[in-house]
């Protein structure tokens, strides 16, 4: 066999002997061991010879004895083997005693040594570590092995046994609390508990660079900052403007360590300032007045942060441009802002319907409930439009030259009526304020049954529906209103039932000789004693009209005949008469 282990495993079985055949040379780290009479150095006599070469094999090698002991190390996983089951002998002077799992010690899983290598020691050489000056252990002074500077056992695991401290003890010797095996220059968030310090991170602390406050030079030891305030790390980024109450204040008065921006400066401190704020000042952002680097003002007055504190703010102007292009510099108060607008809202705007009365026209009627744009703004909704260039950011104008109603509202009489308040109010176009007795100013009164006709009945062209504007952009499709009085008198309107019985008379059958207009019947103004050939006497004013008057189909029609009628007795009463009866 390769290893001698036949022989080998016939002198362990046998008898305790003084000499025996040697199964093949030892391997030069027991050389000194080689001879017959010197077996039992590593073999022994007993019957448990596992037990007894184990116990022999530590008896010499004291270092693995003392770390197998402390349960430290490669063997302390192993030490129920055989030892000679990894490290066989009697296989020449040049046989490897230490095989190595993985067959290379640069494959070996440093797992199995109880410290797996992490961070940079995976990519560090063996022997970089594995070197006298790093084998401080008492495993080290224990080995008898001499030779080589290298050698597996003495390392401890005490990051100061092979890095320096350059803390010099002040932290400790627990170099993982701060730092972590991948780069030991930078601090291990998470690892290092500033809390426990003297001054707790908050905020915007917590993601400084450690070196921003510590100094991490070379051979230095790390600095403890004294902190009382902000002003300490931090210079005035204001270059003093930043004051309450005349004195410069600390940063902590407006500003907070969870982050710079935005400043805590509240609208209740702003009170204590020369400008409180009010109304939708209070919603405005603080950098939309206090503005960075504006122009004009020397870099020196603001400091780094470039921001200025102070703006001039005594009045509108001072923040606010002239959105009218000054439209109402001619007034008494040259157009203040304060005149029509509140710090509560910009709009709507505070001039009222009762101070519109004071200009040319005043706000009546709906005028008074439309929007002020609709008249004085650019969408000028179904009306011309402004033709005023300058009218300002606002894009409002206010010298109109519209005071007539025509000038905004289509004439849907075509000028036959030019005043529009004889006929309407400003509260609505339809229906107009024409009544009965307003009616008789023109050439038809509406007398009797007519005062309680509809006017669509004889204006034909009120049929037609009402635009939804009368405003003059609109297209008017409805038929004019020119309210055009009927010619031809009562037959214009009404067909008559006569025909054409009453034709030769002189008035050529004028209904109202008969009829009046309270109602077409009875003919309250025909009287029989005076306008017909018969007079109605004795038992003749008893009689049914309809019993003389019969009617008769004429032109498809049933038509009453009172022309001509005969006015003799035989006419109506025939025989009787004759007889005398």
Known sequence: MKYGGLALALICLAAPVAAQISPGPLAKPHQRLEGALRCESCHGGGRDRKEQMNARCVACHKEIA?????????????????????????????????????????????????????????????????????????????????????????????????????????????????????????????????????????????????????????????????????????????????????????????????????????????????????????????????????????????????????????????????????????????????????????????????????????????????ACSACHGPDRRNLPPLGIQAVGKAGVAFELKELECAACHVDPHDGRYPRCLDCHDLRTFRPSTVGIATHRRYKFSLDGAHAAVACVECHAEMKHPAPTSSLVLVRWSSPRLLFAAPKGGCEACHETPHGRQFATRADRGACESCHGSDTFRPATRFDHDRDATFALKGAHANVPCDRCHTTAVAGGKRVATYRPLSGKCETCHGDSVRRGA
């Open 66 to 370: 003392w770390l197998v002991d402390r349960g430290r190390g490669f063997h302390a996983g192993v030490k129920d083997q055989r030892c000679a089951s990894c490290h066989p002998d009697h296989a020449g002077r040049d046989f490897a005693l230490v095989s190595w799992p993985g067959g290379d010690v640069n494959r070996f899983d440093h797992t199995g040594a109880g410290w797996p290598l992490d961070g940079s020691h995976q990519k560090t050489k063996c022997l970089d570590c594995h070197t006298a000056a790093f084998r401080v252990s008492r495993a080290a002074n224990l080995s008898e092995r001499r030779g080589p500077d290298w050698g597996w056992v003495g390392l401890e695991r005490a990051c100061v046994t092979c890095h320096e401290d350059v803390h010099r003890g002040r932290l400790g010797t627990a170099c993982a609390a701060c730092h972590s095996t991948s780069d030991f220059k930078t601090i291990a968030r998470g690892k290092f508990d500033h809390e426990r310090t003297k001054y707790p991170l908050r905020g915007r602390h917590r993601t400084v660079a450690c070196e921003k406050c510590h100094d991490f030079s070379a051979g230095k030891v790390v600095s403890s900052p004294h902190f009382v305030n902000y002003t300490d790390c931090h210079h005035d980024a204001h270059a003093g403007t930043a004051t309450l109450a005349g004195r410069i204040v600390d940063c902590a008065s407006c500003h907070v360590v969870d982050d710079w921006r935005p400043a805590t400066y509240t609208v209740a401190q702003h009170r204590n300032a020369k400008y409180p704020l009010e109304g939708k000042h209070q919603q405005v952002k603080c950098a939309d007045c206090h503005v960075k680097n504006p122009p004009g003002v020397p870099a020196v007055q603001l400091g780094s942060a470039g921001v200025w504190l102070r703006p001039a703010a005594g009045r509108c102007r001072d923040c606010h441009a002239d959105d009218h292009a000054g439209q109402l510099s001619a007034r008494p108060d040259r157009g203040a802002c304060g005149a029509c607008h509140r710090v509560a809202g910009w709009t709507p705007s505070t001039f009222t319907v009762a101070a519109h009365a004071t200009l040319r026209l005043p706000l009546e009627g709906r005028h008074a409930e439309i």
